[in-house]
């Protein structure tokens, strides 16, 4: 297991991240997501400890809070030395009836947080996340009082979830003219078949220096190896309870089916190549990986000894492109011969 930089920061965590979403289940589609309650989930924890992961990602909102009573007292029973994992956690939605008991708020996050800390059984959070935009709360409001949160101990460092990368440059640009704390984090949907982000996300996040978190890098089950365009998903399965994300299905089928001849050549699940090329993605820090039991963890662990040769990412590559988009195919028109210069200089330099 690669342990990657987080972000700028000096923190080093797992190339795989332990999600929690499947922790707790209760009403609504937490029940469809994953119903483990904390025997089920302890095992899970100690497998994921023992693989060598050391990081844990949460929200107080999955299944109301539950999911992070479950993973405190699990990090409590099992004894887990605190410098030994990495917790994270985020903050946005609904936790009450009251309308302030949701949102990006100052009000909401210092409730938040405490409330977080609680459940956790901790003393501070280590990366703490806004889990997405509230258009009713200026963003310089959330900046400040995330870095209140630095500065009184709470959390060590800050991040976001699902913003644009205009939203994420322009807190990043507030941030560095107050003197404040600054996200270190993007945690966003990615998979072989839904590249969106590498349009104007992947550009900013290298040149802003902030580390990738991977959510639902199979696409809620749709690349798993369980699906295909002969196998749309059984009655009571994830994806025809909560058909979530949104995926183009003949995209994902098409990344299905070149998948499928390199998972066998390899001896390996295609949800296993699915995974290995995200952590092939120079982008990446963590993919974050939930399970209901411990042989879909295995099996999504034994993800990062899978080796892509160059000819296996190209025809990956092929077959999941996005297509030519304005701006971005003038810019690569307009900047093709600096580019090269660029190159050139490299190559020399070398």
């Given at each position: 297991?690669?342990?990657?930089?987080?972000?700028?920061?000096?923190?080093?965590?797992?190339?795989?991240?332990?999600g929690t979403m499947t922790f707790g289940g209760g009403a609504g589609i937490w029940n469809q997501?994953?119903?483990?309650?904390?025997?089920?989930?302890?095992?899970?924890?100690?497998?994921?400890?023992?693989?060598?992961?050391?990081?844990?990602?949460?929200?107080?909102?999955?299944?109301?809070?539950?999911?992070?009573?479950?993973?405190?007292?699990?990090?409590?029973?099992?004894?887990?030395?605190?410098?030994?994992?990495?917790?994270?956690?985020?903050?946005?939605?609904?936790?009450?009836?009251?309308?302030?008991?949701?949102?990006?708020?100052?009000?909401?996050?210092?409730?938040?947080?405490?409330?977080?800390?609680?459940?956790?059984?901790?003393?501070?959070?280590?990366?703490?996340?806004?889990?997405?935009?509230?258009?009713?709360?200026?963003?310089?409001?959330?900046?400040?009082?995330?870095?209140?949160?630095?500065?009184?101990?709470?959390?060590?460092?800050?991040?976001?979830?699902?913003?644009?990368?205009?939203?994420?440059?322009?807190?990043?640009?507030?941030?560095?003219?107050?003197?404040?704390?600054?996200?270190?984090?993007?945690?966003?949907?990615?998979?072989?078949?839904?590249?969106?982000?590498?349009r104007e996300i992947v550009p900013m996040l290298a040149s802003e220096g902030l580390g990738l978190?991977?959510?639902?890098?199979?696409?809620?089950?749709?690349?798993?190896?369980?699906?295909?365009?002969?196998?749309?998903?059984?009655?009571?399965?994830?994806?025809?309870?909560?058909?979530?994300?949104?995926?183009?299905?003949?995209?994902?089928?098409?990344?299905?089916?070149?998948?499928?001849?390199?998972?066998?050549?390899?001896?390996?699940?295609?949800?296993?190549?699915?995974?290995?090329?995200?952590?092939?993605?120079?982008?990446?820090?963590?993919?974050?990986?939930?399970?209901?039991?411990?042989?879909?963890?295995?099996?999504?662990?034994?993800?990062?000894?899978?080796?892509?040769?160059?000819?296996?990412?190209?025809?990956?590559?092929?077959?999941?492109?996005?297509?030519?988009?304005?701006?971005?195919?003038?810019?690569?028109?307009?900047?093709?011969?600096?580019?090269?210069?660029?190159?050139?200089?490299?190559?020399?330099?070398?």
């Amino acid at each position: 297991m690669r342990m990657q930089p987080l972000g700028r920061t000096g923190l080093f965590v797992s190339e795989l991240c332990l999600g929690t979403m499947t922790f707790g289940g209760g009403a609504g589609i937490w029940n469809q997501i994953g119903d483990l309650q904390q025997t089920e989930a302890e095992r899970l924890i100690g497998r994921a400890l023992d693989a060598g992961i050391n990081f844990i990602d949460t929200a107080d909102v999955y299944s109301q809070g539950i999911s992070e009573q479950i993973t405190g007292q699990a990090l409590k029973n099992l004894k887990v030395v605190r410098d030994q994992v990495v917790v994270a956690t985020k903050v946005l939605g609904e936790m009450g009836a009251s309308p302030n008991q949701r949102g990006a708020t100052r009000y909401h996050i210092m409730e938040g947080v405490k409330a977080s800390l609680r459940r956790l059984q901790l003393d501070h959070i280590d990366l703490y996340q806004i889990h997405g935009f509230d258009p009713a709360t200026p963003i310089e409001e959330t900046v400040r009082a995330f870095d209140t949160l630095v500065q009184q101990g709470y959390v060590r460092y800050v991040g976001v979830s699902n913003w644009a990368a205009w939203q994420i440059v322009k807190a990043l640009g507030i941030a560095h003219h107050h003197g404040l704390a600054r996200f270190e984090t993007l945690q966003a949907y990615y998979t072989i078949a839904g590249r969106d982000l590498e349009r104007e996300i992947v550009p900013m996040l290298a040149s802003e220096g902030l580390g990738l978190m991977v959510w639902s890098p199979l696409a809620g089950g749709l690349l798993s190896g369980k699906y295909g365009r002969d196998r749309q998903g059984e009655a009571g399965s994830r994806r025809t309870t909560f058909d979530f994300p949104p995926v183009e299905r003949e995209r994902a089928w098409d990344c299905i089916d070149a998948m499928r001849p390199i998972a066998e050549s390899k001896g390996v699940s295609v949800a296993q190549i699915a995974l290995a090329w995200l952590l092939h993605q120079r982008a990446v820090t963590t993919v974050i990986v939930g399970a209901k039991r411990t042989d879909q963890l295995d099996d999504n662990v034994a993800a990062t000894k899978v080796k892509l040769s160059a000819q296996e990412l190209a025809i990956l590559d092929d077959v999941s492109r996005l297509p030519a988009e304005y701006p971005g195919w003038m810019l690569a028109r307009q900047g093709e011969a600096r580019q090269e210069q660029l190159r050139q200089t490299q190559r020399e330099e070398r």
